[in-house]
């Protein structure tokens, strides 16, 4: 079992910047990947970003390229993801959450494999 526990969500004004933080209980390999969803109630969840825990292969949504990155230590067994230029719209709750595939993890932004889950921390954007 992996267990994520995900930090940072606050409150801030549009073109503020939050990072997030995303503990995860032990070290995950080249099988899995970890990564970043929102949602919003009464709308399906959204992939935001994700990458192969021990390699370089990250995926971003398009409504948040050049304005997010997602980066990992995977020594510390973290994931983090900086947001700049936050917008109203980025308002949401985010979550945390990995995934394991048999060989090696090609990162994606559906979230049907994803089956490790944080309990969300909200991100609120006023304008």
């Known amino acids: 079992q992996v267990q994520l526990v995900e930090s940072g969500g606050g409150s801030v004004q549009a073109g503020g910047s939050l990072r997030l933080s995303c503990t995860y209980s032990?070290?995950?390999?080249?099988?899995?990947?970890v990564g970043w969803f929102r949602q919003v109630p009464g709308h399906n969840r959204e992939g935001v970003a994700t990458i192969n825990s021990a390699t370089d292969a990250p995926v971003y949504a398009d409504s948040v390229k050049g304005r997010f990155t997602i980066s990992h230590d995977n020594a510390q067994n973290m994931v983090y993801l900086q947001m700049n230029s936050l917008e109203s719209e980025d308002s949401a709750m985010y979550y945390c959450?990995?995934?394991?595939?048999?060989?090696?993890?090609?990162?994606?932004?559906?979230?049907?494999?994803?089956?490790?889950w944080g309990q969300g921390t909200q991100v609120t954007v006023s304008s």
């Open positions: 032990r070290y995950l390999d080249s099988r899995y990947c």
């Open positions: 959450a990995a995934k394991m595939d048999r060989v090696y993890c090609v990162p994606d932004l559906s979230d049907l494999r994803f089956s490790y």
